[in-house]
């Protein structure tokens, strides 16, 4: 496939040189170029640094093209649609397998559902000596009938095709075991949990003028308690009841405000009356998708995640850096990453009574805001720091490469790398 003269295409260029035998090469695979953002940031430029070479393949796009830049790193462009498309799905399962026997990598490290399912398959015809794939999220929990079937008849696949599945999150792993994706010594969790880890000092406590500044920037008044939410505006994050727990808490409280950051999604129709209410509401500051987010946590007083699934929000985690108190879901993911009365408080999914409650009483206590998110604070700093997750992987890198192609995981399940499980 030709490409225009692009970063992307220059970083391509170099894809075909020979690596350096000293330097065990890993492919990431993913679906779409923005989720290298989230799962990879930092992250390359460290494996790297501990003796690794790193390619990455996924769709192309303006991200890809940016990211390659940034990273400096070899990219390959090959469409990949994260729904189920036959026809599509054969053609890139054939360029990924091409690819990858340019490539000849020692790792094959494949996210998200679609690029777990097309990166195993490639991996495995293509005879890639170590596949990794990484849990991130299992749709199939919240789906019905045909649906729910597909979903996870193509987990069992990936995590089938794969010699190391690594898990988000330890209430994922759980799921995985009890639902048989996969046996308890093929999965594993790093640390505390979480893909890429936390940007302890990127997302900080923010100091009064940068606190100001945010609201500036939403049109938000200083002196106003703002309620804040990141992330895709659609029914599976709980879009519905924080409009439902907004109405009542908006009258309730008349200095409270409403700070909505991140995208709707179209093809989202079941939402569309609720994010239609919260545009007409004057208190409602809508930012869309932002892409430095760190810079609006400040303005926030209590973050809200009313979601129905998750792997493990990365949200929360940010959240929580900030120093901000969390109202989530006690669903899998959200449990691991929001420690209920400690660093937040979790509610029952598809609750607004219950979202609007909590919600409430972290606007009428600051001290309880206070000492809720210091405790969470502290809580990443010891246990989601993006370096030591970041060490925890690179660590499985090298443990999987010198148990062989050939040999059992199970026979040493003993030599998982320190934080691991």
């Given at each position: ?17 020979v690596t350096?035998?000293?330097r ?7 679906t779409?170029p923005?989720?290298?953002v989230?799962h ?7 494996v790297?640094?501990r003796?690794f070479?790193?390619?990455?393949i ?6 890809l093209d940016t990211?390659?830049?940034g ?9 990949m649609a ?7 799905d054969?053609l ?6 091409r690819?990858?026997r340019?490539?000849?990598p ?6 998200t ?5 097309l990166g ?5 015809l293509?005879?890639t000596?170590?596949?990794?794939y990484h849990?991130?999220g ?5 789906a019905k ?10 987990e ?5 095709l794969?010699h190391?599945?690594?898990a988000?999150?330890?209430?994922m792993?759980?799921i995985?075991?009890?639902e ?7 999965v594993k969790v790093v640390?505390g949990?979480?893909?890429?880890g936390?940007d302890?000092?990127?997302f900080?406590?923010a100091a ?6 945010a ?11 703002v ?5 895709r505006?659609?029914r ?8 439902r727990?907004?109405?009542?808490l ?5 200095r409270?405000r ?6 709707v ?9 609720a994010?239609a209410a919260?545009r007409?509401d004057?208190?409602v500051h809508f930012?869309?998708?932002?892409a430095d987010t760190?810079?609006l ?9 009313p979601?129905?699934r998750?792997?493990f929000?990365n949200?929360?985690?940010e959240?929580?850096?900030a120093?901000?108190?969390?109202v989530?879901t006690?669903?899998p993911g ?5 420690q209920?009365?400690?660093?937040g ?5 598809q609750?607004?009574?219950g979202l609007?409650?909590?919600?409430r009483?972290y606007?009428?206590?600051?001290a309880?805001?206070?000492?809720h ?6 809580r990443?700093?010891?246990q989601?720091?993006?370096e030591a997750i970041?060490e925890?992987?690179v ?5 999987l ?5 050939g040999?059992?995981l199970s026979?040493?399940?003993?030599d998982?790398?320190?934080g691991?499980?």
């Open positions: 496939m030709r490409h225009t003269a692009t970063p992307a295409r220059a970083a391509q260029r170099r894809a075909d040189r350096e035998p000293a065990a090469t890993v492919v990431h695979v993913t779409v923005l989720s290298l989230t990879l940031s930092g992250q390359i430029g460290f790297q640094r003796g070479a790193v390619h990455v996924t769709s192309p796009g303006p991200e990211f390659a830049e990273e400096r790193i070899p990219v390959h462009a090959i469409p994260r729904a189920i498309t036959p026809l599509r054969v890139a399962l054939w360029r990924l397998w690819t990858l340019r490539i000849r020692d790792i094959v490290h494949s996210h559902p679609k690029g777990g399912l195993m398959i490639a991996a495995t293509a005879g000596p170590v596949r990794v849990l991130r299992l749709p199939f929990v919240t009938g045909g649906r729910r079937r597909l979903l996870r008849l193509s069992l696949a990936s995590c089938s794969a190391r599945v690594l988000v999150s330890h209430s792993r759980s995985a075991v009890e048989g994706l996969c046996p308890a010594d093929k640390l949990g979480s893909g890429n936390v302890t000092e990127r900080r406590p009064d003028d940068a606190r100001q500044a609201r500036a920037e939403c049109g938000i008044p200083a002196e106003a308690l309620i804040g939410f990141v992330g505006l659609t599976e994050k709980g879009i519905r009841e924080l409009e727990a907004w109405r009542a908006r009258r309730a409280e008349p409270a409403l700070l909505l950051v991140g995208w999604e179209a093809e989202d129709a079941e939402s569309r009356d994010v919260l007409a004057p208190r930012t869309g998708p932002v760190a810079r946590y400040p303005a926030m007083d209590v973050v809200a995640l979601t129905y998750e792997g929000p949200v929360a985690l959240a929580a850096a120093a901000l108190p969390i989530a006690s669903v959200c449990v691991d990453a929001v209920d009365g400690v660093t408080v979790l509610v029952s999914p609750d607004a009574a609007e409650r909590a919600l009483r606007l009428a206590e600051p309880l805001r206070a000492r998110g210091e405790a969470g604070r502290r990443v700093v010891a989601f720091r993006r970041w925890g992987i660590a499985e890198y090298r443990a490469l010198s148990i062989g192609p040999a059992s026979a040493r399940a003993d998982a790398p320190a691991s499980r």
